[in-house]
C-alpha cells in the first residue's frame, strides 16, 4: 500500500487564488518530497524537506511538516494557469548502500480555471 | 531537464512475448530505478540499482528484470508480458547524498494485447 495519502484527490480553483494540498504518511520519515507531473511527462521534483524541519519556502512555494501528525502540507500561492498538474508527495525510506525508496501518494489532480 | 532518455516512448506488444524498456542517463549517477505508474495505484518501484551489476527488487517485482552493465543504461526486461503489465514506465536517477532528488524520464507507455 502507498505511504503517502494525498487530499483532496482533485481540486480545481480560479487563477491567482492559493491551492492547499495535503499528504498524510504512516511511518518515520527521513524526509519528505513534493513532485509535480504535467500531463504525458515524468514526475518533476519540487520541494524536498527534512524530518527537522517544520517549514520551507521556494517561490510560490510553502511546505510544512508535521512529523507529530504524520502529515505534509503543500501551499502554491497565487496559481496560475501553468500550475494545472497532478502533486504528488513522497516519503523517503533507506536501502541499502545508500539507495532511497521513494513511496508515492495517488496525488492531488490540480486545475486553475482561467 | 535532467540528461535522462527513455525509450521506446510508446510499445504495444502480445501476451507472452518479451520486451525490453531502455533507460539511459548522461548525468553519471549512482543510483537508477524503474516505477510502475497506473491508475489507483500512484506509483509502484519496480527494480533499483545502486551501481553497475548491483540491482535489487522493489515492491512490484515480480515477472520483471534488470540489467545494469554501464553507469549511463539501466534496462527493464518483462521477461513474458501480460495484460497485467500495461502501464506506463517511469525511469529516474538519483545522485549522492541523503537529500538529492529523482529525477524522472517522460515515460514509456507500454500496452500488452
Known amino acids: 500500500s502507498q505511504q503517502g495519502e494525498e487530499d483532496p484527490q482533485a481540486l480545481s480553483i480560479q487563477e491567482g487564488e492559493n491551492a492547499t494540498m495535503n499528504c498524510s504518511y504512516k511511518?518515520?520519515?527521513?524526509?519528505l518530497q513534493w513532485y509535480r507531473q504535467n500531463s504525458g511527462r515524468g514526475l518533476v521534483h519540487l520541494i524536498l524537506?527534512?524530518?527537522?524541519?517544520r517549514e520551507k519556502h521556494s517561490g510560490r512555494l510553502r511546505v510544512t511538516l508535521d512529523t507529530s501528525k504524520k502529515s505534509s502540507s503543500l501551499l502554491i500561492t497565487a496559481s496560475r494557469a501553468a500550475d494545472t498538474a497532478s502533486y504528488f508527495c513522497?516519503?523517503?525510506?533507506?536501502?541499502?548502500?545508500?539507495?532511497?525508496?521513494?513511496?508515492f501518494g495517488q496525488g492531488t489532480r490540480l486545475t486553475i480555471n482561467p | 531537464d535532467a540528461g535522462i532518455t527513455q525509450s521506446p516512448r510508446h510499445k504495444v506488444t502480445e501476451t507472452g512475448t518479451p520486451v525490453t524498456l531502455r533507460c539511459h542517463q548522461t548525468?553519471?549517477?549512482?543510483?537508477m530505478y524503474w516505477y510502475r505508474q497506473d491508475p489507483g495505484h500512484g506509483l509502484r518501484l519496480i527494480h533499483y540499482?545502486?551501481?553497475?551489476?548491483?540491482?535489487d527488487k522493489g515492491e512490484v517485482s515480480d515477472g520483471y528484470s534488470v540489467s545494469r552493465s554501464k553507469t549511463e543504461d539501466f534496462l527493464l526486461t518483462l521477461e513474458s508480458a501480460t495484460s497485467s503489465q500495461t502501464s506506463v514506465y517511469f525511469c529516474?536517477?538519483?545522485?549522492?547524498?541523503?537529500?538529492?532528488?529523482?529525477?524522472f524520464g517522460n515515460g514509456t507507455r507500454l500496452t500488452v494485447t
Open positions: 529516474a536517477i538519483r545522485g549522492q547524498g541523503n537529500n538529492s532528488p529523482l529525477h
Open positions: 511511518t518515520s520519515i527521513n524526509n
Open positions: 524537506i527534512r524530518s527537522n524541519e
Open positions: 513522497a516519503t523517503v525510506s533507506l536501502l541499502i548502500q545508500g539507495a532511497q525508496k521513494l513511496v
Open positions: 548525468e553519471n549517477h549512482r543510483y
Open positions: 540499482s545502486y551501481g553497475v551489476k548491483d540491482t
